[in-house]
């Protein structure tokens, strides 16, 4: 780990011990899309002051769930700025993913770079913010990649992989709550990036465990 990853460390650390920000709590109602559920989750880390984690860890462990069998890293927030050799946030099969809550000139020059290589390209950026991305991408760049938002992103992989059964989203949003938070504890010192799972969709994983037991 280099002296800036050992300092960003050191900086979470000890906003984590003075109790600054909160623990992310919400509540999943019956009539709640799976977009407006991942949405309310980033309003409420932008409200702690955490969007940029949240979404860059929330894409990551989505990946993991749906990806199993590839190789997706786990790193403390905002240490990949300090690797720049490295294509991106995640990289899937053929695919390089960008998460950020607004894109530098610095963010859509790896993008051109990585499309001139030969991979596809997310650039994946809060709903709230992607308007703005776009119109920063026209300017800036002639490269062909996809701006999409976080939201929608994870909504359309729980919702297809669930077969848009409700039962299944929410399951599957149980579940990626959960690799989400043990990705949150595996390499954050900072705990409240902790998402609790909403009694609804605990209620509904605890009761698959159960019907699963011998």
């Known amino acids: 780990?280099?002296?800036?990853?050992?300092?960003?460390?050191?900086?979470?650390?000890?906003?984590?011990?003075?109790?600054?920000?909160?623990?992310?709590?919400?509540?999943?109602?019956?009539?709640?899309?799976?977009?407006?559920?991942?949405?309310?989750?980033?309003?409420?880390?932008?409200?702690?002051?955490?969007?940029?984690?949240?979404?860059?860890?929330?894409?990551?462990?989505?990946?993991?769930?749906?990806?199993?069998?590839?190789?997706?890293?786990?790193?403390?927030?905002?240490?990949?700025?300090?690797?720049?050799?490295?294509?991106?946030?995640?990289?899937?099969?053929n695919t390089v993913f960008f998460v950020t809550l607004l894109p530098w000139n610095w963010h859509f020059d790896q993008c051109e770079s990585a499309v001139n290589a030969g991979l596809a390209v997310y650039l994946l950026v809060p709903e709230r913010m992607l308007e703005s991305a776009r119109m920063y991408a026209t300017a800036l760049i002639e490269a062909s990649f996809v701006i999409?938002?976080?939201?929608?992103?994870?909504?359309?992989?729980?919702?297809?992989?669930?077969?848009?059964?409700?039962?299944?989203?929410?399951?599957?949003?149980?579940q990626l709550l959960a690799s989400y938070n043990q990705r949150i504890c595996s390499v954050e010192p900072d705990k409240s990036l902790l998402i609790d799972i909403p009694a609804a969709l605990h209620a509904v994983h605890t009761h698959r465990l159960d019907l699963r037991t011998p």
């Open 1 to 93: 780990m280099s002296a800036q990853q050992r300092n960003a460390v050191v900086t979470l650390r000890s906003r984590s011990r003075k109790g600054l920000l909160k623990r992310i709590r919400l509540t999943y109602k019956t009539d709640q899309t799976t977009y407006s559920f991942v949405n309310a989750i980033l309003e409420e880390a932008r409200r702690n002051g955490n969007e940029g984690a949240v979404a860059e860890h929330l894409v990551g462990a989505l990946l993991v769930w749906r990806y199993p069998d590839q190789v997706i890293p786990v790193r403390p927030h905002g240490c990949r700025s300090f690797e720049p050799l490295e294509p991106g946030d995640y990289f899937v099969g």
């Open 148 to 174: 999409r938002s976080v939201e929608s992103f994870v909504s359309e992989i729980v919702e297809w992989k669930a077969g848009f059964s409700i039962a299944e989203v929410k399951l599957f949003l149980s």
